[in-house]
């Protein structure tokens, strides 16, 4: 970004490796440009923004589809905010519980100068299902079974796509699972039943 007395005359974005701009002005002869000021400095990107508990994320002091780690940065040191740390340019973790946590990069660069960045991540839960115990009934019974978890998506060995399920008539043993999506998570159960 450049700026002359605060008006914007050009912005780009990406990420570039050092080097110099040059200026050449086209309607005034000899101009000079002068107390030119730039700042160094650096982000991170979390891969993904939102896991779900036990999952592995990536975090990355640069966009990875760029130039890689600036030279005028010395050392990164993480803080994942659940009391886990590391010195690694790009780290995974993995959350073992569930929550929102601040993420920090602390980044020395040269001249002795400190940049320290924080992001917020959100660890979500497996949804808790429970089909209840493996089920002996009298043949030709019937059952209903419930995987509620209010605001999630479902999928039936049966194909149904609800939060329970009525079984009419149960001709011979069966196995019954369920998943349960929720906030990209996924939490499962089976049940079997022994018709008599």
Not at 39 to 46: A, E, G, P
Not at 110 to 136: A, E, S
Request: with cysteine.
């Amino acid at each position: 970004t450049i700026k002359i007395d605060d008006n914007l005359i050009f912005e780009k974005s990406g990420s570039y490796e050092m080097g110099r701009f040059g200026y050449y002005c086209m309607s005034q002869r000899k101009v000079h440009f002068k107390d030119f000021t730039y700042q160094s400095f650096i982000d991170f990107t979390t891969n993904p923004q939102s896991a779900c508990t036990g999952e592995e994320i990536s975090v990355s002091p640069f966009d990875p589809s760029g130039i890689g780690l600036p030279g005028f940065v010395k050392e990164v040191h993480w803080d994942f905010g659940d009391g886990t740390t590391s010195d690694e340019i790009i780290p995974t973790h993995v959350y073992e519980n569930a929550g929102s946590y601040e993420i920090e990069l602390i980044v020395l660069k040269d001249g002795g100068c400190q940049d320290t960045i924080t992001k917020d991540v959100t660890i979500h839960p497996h949804p808790t299902v429970d089909l209840g115990n493996d089920l002996d009934l009298a043949a030709c019974s019937s059952v209903i079974l419930e995987a509620s978890n209010p605001g999630a998506s479902y999928l039936w060995s049966t194909g149904a796509t609800t939060d329970k399920i009525e079984l009419i008539n149960i001709p011979t043993d069966t196995i019954i699972w369920v998943e349960v999506e929720k906030y990209g998570c996924i939490g499962s159960d089976t049940v079997a039943i022994k018709v008599e």
